[in-house]
Structures are given as C-alpha cells and as structure tokens.
T-cell receptor, first 116, second 114 residues
Framework: AQTVTQSQPEMSVQEAETVTLSCTYD???????LFWYKQPPSRQMILVIR??????QNATENRFSVNFQKAAKSFSLKISDSQLGDAAMYFC?????????????FGTGTLLAVQP | DAGITQSPRYKITETGRQVTLMCHQTWSHSYMFWYRQDLGHGLRLIYYSAAADITDKGEVPDGYVVSRSKTENFPLTLESATRSQTSVYFC?????????????FGSGTRLTVV
C-alpha cells in the first residue's frame, strides 16, 4: 500500500523569505500523481500544485515550486517570497494513475506559520 | 455555483446517537469520497463511491455507513456515535476518467461527540 510521510509537523518562515516543506512517499508503482494542498483556517482544501510522475520537469505555479525526486520518492514544496496569506496547513497527497478508486492518500500535514 | 455542499457545518451529538452528515454535488461527478481529518493523522479515507449504488470501504470504515442512491448525494451515517469519531469530516468528488485530478472538496463538517 502507498504511504505519504510529512516529517515536519510545524514550520515557520519570515515574510518575504523562502521555506521548503518536505514530503516523502512509498510506492511500487511507476505512474502516479503528487499534489500539495493548502488548508487555511476556513478549512477549505485548495490545490496548490501537482506533479505527474512521468514528467521529469518540476512543476511551478507562481511562487510555489516542487522538487520532485522520483528515485528518492521525495516531493518537497518550496514557497518563495512568503506572504501572510500563505499561513495554513499544507498536505502532500498521492494518487495512483489508473486503478478503480481514484482515491487521494494524504500525509499528516505541516502547519506553516508566517511571521511579519 | 455551489459545487459541493456539506451540511451541517458544525454538529454536536451525544455518545450512542445516530447522526448523518450530508454531501451534495452539482456536477454529476462519478466519484465521491468521505475523509476524516484528525491532528497527527492528516485526512484518512472512510468510504468512497465510484457511481450510484457502488460504494466501498476505505482505510477507516468501522462505525460508519454510506449510501448513494443518487449520483449527486453521498450521506455518511454514524450508526452509534463514539467520542473517537469526534473529527472534521470532508466530502470530495471527482469526475471519472484518467488525468491528474479535478478533485473538489466540501468545506467540512466539524463533529463533536460528547
């Protein structure tokens, strides 16, 4: 079974600085998707960025980028120029390509604080 | 355009009572999911459904029942609520087919069992 591990329960960053959130996963599959979701205090689940495992190029969305290391099964999220609105819980998630369930498997989350 | 709606947003119930959490989506997505979120555990899958009248267990199904008589509704019932079921519950949906995602989450129900 696939698992997702986030080893940093809490992180803190100064406004305008850069922070990296870690995520590792375990799978025997070769085709899959990886995601980072943001959950602000409103509880809304917001997709931040996604990565297809077959793509070697790291995904980027504005200030958010990932470092995808397929062999190491690592998928870290880098937030550049951190803003107060980035403060939230961040979840790393995995989904198999194909299969019957289409389910997302989540890590335990990292709570990010942004200091002014 | 409500998308996916969960109700109620907050619920307090007593141990042993039956409680139903509602989930309604407006897109006719085939797949629907129920997750529970607990500190230190992230989101864990309770049940999922691939289509109307097709449901299956996820990681933590004990004590929960689901049904899906219509594509747009996927209620979650706690048959006899226990304190360990105090949690935030999320419903999600996804269209069928391959591809990366298209998951949509409801805003969650915070359930407290006293």
């Amino acid at each position: 079974a696939q698992t997702v591990t986030q080893s940093q329960p809490e992180m803190s960053v100064q406004e305008a600085e850069t922070v990296t959130l870690s995520c590792t996963y375990d799978t025997s599959e070769s085709d899959y998707y990886l995601f980072w979701y943001k959950q602000p205090p409103s509880r809304q689940m917001i997709l931040v960025i996604r990565q297809e495992a077959y793509k070697q190029q790291n995904a980027t969305e504005n200030r958010f980028s990932v470092n995808f290391q397929k062999a190491a099964k690592s998928f870290s999220l880098k937030i550049s120029d951190s803003q107060l609105g980035d403060a939230a819980m961040y979840f790393c998630a995995y989904r198999s390509e194909g299969g019957a369930t289409n389910k997302l498997i989540f890590g335990t989350g990292t709570l990010l604080a942004v200091q002014p | 355009d409500a998308g996916i709606t969960q109700s109620p947003r907050y619920k307090i119930t007593e141990t042993g009572r039956q409680v139903t959490l509602m989930c309604h989506q407006t897109w006719s997505h085939s797949y629907m999911f129920w997750y529970r979120q607990d500190l230190g555990h992230g989101l864990r899958l309770i049940y999922y459904s691939a289509a109307a009248d097709i449901t299956d267990k996820g990681e933590v199904p004990d004590g929960y029942v689901v049904s899906r008589s219509k594509t747009e509704n996927f209620p979650l019932t706690l048959e006899s609520a226990t304190r360990s079921q105090t949690s935030v519950y999320f419903c999600a949906s996804r269209a069928t087919g391959t591809g990366w995602g298209g998951y949509t989450f409801g805003s969650g129900t915070r359930l407290t069992v006293v």
